[in-house]
């Protein structure tokens, strides 16, 4: 299908780490409508339903299985496909599983970095670098404002102070050995993202969604913290014009932060209220601390350098992720299409996406690089 917003991708070639999780899934379905050429690398180790596997999407692209842990692999992969460009969404992603695992945690978050700026480096057909990170890789201070990208780096957990370490082996890199070079790296910070085909534990519209179809009370453990909450399509999105920018301009090289406007900062307690309202019947939450490790409390960004730099502006309000998010989950669990669903849901996204854009645009004169990148 033909995506107005993305023809920049129609025959790029695009090596992707991380393809068969619940965003590099998405990630994957929107760049094969694009018309890019995918290359996906994932360990593919996650047991039960996926994404990856309900989107049909393999047969579209070029599947590797393999762990940004073994250098050795990686490189061959590099060294054999030549991507252009290349968006790094391998990592172990949940905070309580990085307590439970923090040495894995570590070697696939930090070293697998290390390795694939390491083949990034050997690859002169690399352009343009995208690593995803997270929101939560600042020192979290708890204040009432949004973190900005130059806020320090330091997370509490194991998971997040990964994220803050692979931000900046990502920064060495560009400054030690991309400078001089073709070669335009970035790095990206979402926040907490929702949408349809996100099967993990420990987050809170998946156990909804388990609650939900089970007739089951929400558990809620943490219903007075504050999170940015946003579709996955939002970063995804946003992803896609920042390694696009920076290959045709590298000066756009730099580090983002990615998130909702203020007014999509809910508490998680008011987030399921939303889900309720979208999912119907009788189902209500309960408020459980369960005694787990430390999260932080309060948390959110400051995304008016993406909005300089590019005139970005979010596209779906919480209201309409929410929404979005039922109606994938009501369509899986009656056993229809869900790439059926996806593509609709793209479309629709990417069309008001690119109204948002115009209009920003034309209110003003062409964003211009900001200047605040690796220097």
């Not at 504050?226 to 390694?243: C, D, F, G, K, N």
């Not at 998130?259 to 889900?275: E, H, I, S, Y």
């Not at 309409?320 to 998010?325: D, E, L």
């Amino acid at each position: 299908m033909e995506l107005t917003g993305l023809e920049f991708w129609k025959g790029k070639k695009v090596l992707l780490t991380g393809h068969t999780g619940f965003k590099g899934s998405w990630m994957a379905v929107m760049l094969v409508n694009a018309g890019a050429d995918v290359i996906g690398y994932s360990s593919c180790t996650k047991p039960g339903p996926r994404l990856f596997d309900l989107s049909d999407i393999q047969a579209q692209i070029r599947h590797i299985k393999g762990d940004v842990r073994d250098l050795d692999h990686l490189t061959s992969v590099f060294d054999e496909y030549r991507p252009e460009i290349v968006i790094h969404m391998a990592a172990q992603p949940i905070v309580r599983e990085s307590y439970r695992d923090p040495v894995g945690t570590y070697a696939t978050n930090v070293m697998g970095t290390v390795h694939l700026l390491e083949a990034v480096r050997q690859t002169p057909s690399v352009r343009s670098v995208l690593n995803v990170t997270t929101d939560k890789v600042y020192e979290n201070r708890e204040w009432a404002w949004g973190y900005r990208e130059n806020d320090p780096l330091d997370g509490y957990d194991p998971y997040s102070n990964s994220k803050s370490c692979s931000e900046l082996v990502t920064h060495s890199y560009a400054k030690s050995f991309f400078a001089d070079r073709d070669t335009a790296v970035s790095t990206a910070r979402a926040g907490n993202v929702i949408g349809g085909g996100d099967f993990a534990h420990d987050r809170i519209i998946p156990d909804c969604i388990r609650a939900a179809l089970k007739g089951e009370d929400i558990v809620v453990r943490n219903p007075y913290s504050t999170r940015p909450y946003q579709h996955v399509l939002e970063p995804v999105s946003a992803y896609l014009m920042i390694a696009a920018k920076q290959y045709e301009n590298p000066e756009y090289a730099g580090w983002y932060n990615v998130g909702p406007d203020d007014r999509d900062c809910f508490q998680n307690g008011a987030l399921v209220d939303l889900f309720i309202k979208h999912w119907g019947g009788n189902i209500k939450w309960i408020n459980q601390y369960d005694g787990g490790p430390h999260e932080a409390n309060f948390l959110k960004l400051d995304c008016s350098k993406l909005k300089t730099t590019f005139g970005w502006q979010p596209t779906w309000d919480l209201d309409t992720a929410v929404r979005a998010t039922v109606e994938w989950t009501k369509a899986w669990a009656a056993g229809e299409n869900v790439r059926a669903v996806m593509n609709r849901q793209i479309e629709a996204f990417i069309s008001k996406n690119v109204s948002i854009q115009d209009k920003a645009h034309g209110e003003c004169s062409e964003p211009a690089p900001s200047g605040t990148g690796f220097a």
